[in-house]
């Protein structure tokens, strides 16, 4: 290998160790990982202030959080990991659909006023 070639090879393995390190974490680190990743998102949710258009759907992320929360703490991991993930989903899909609904409403206000 010449002294120009070497950067390959290591920016090779390099990525190799970052992108399988997670492939290589337990599944209570994973899970743990999911539940912060989902509290996060309904953190954001609250603070987007999705509760007025889609408070049902922001208190079943709640649900499921806690419900995460709990499964963790049983130490049953694999539906710790799934509950936390119906959690991030379920905080994503608040704030969608509360931003849906803005806009719906504010489409309505304009086509009242023509």
């Not at 743990?32 to 922001?58: F, M």
């Amino acid at each position: 290998m010449t002294p120009r070639n070497w950067r390959a090879p290591l920016l090779a393995l390099m990525a190799t160790c970052v992108f399988a390190a997670p492939a290589l974490a337990g599944k209570e680190d994973r899970a743990k990982a999911a539940i912060a990743q989902a509290q996060a998102k309904v953190d954001l949710a609250v603070k987007a202030g999705v509760a007025e258009n889609a408070g049902d759907i922001q208190a079943r992320a709640q649900d499921a959080l806690t419900r995460a929360t709990k499964e963790i703490s049983d130490d049953d991991e694999d539906r710790a990991l799934n509950a936390a993930d119906e959690a991030a989903a379920l905080a994503e899909l608040a704030m969608v659909t509360s931003e849906a609904k803005k806009l719906e409403a504010e489409r309505d206000t304009l086509r009242a006023g023509q």
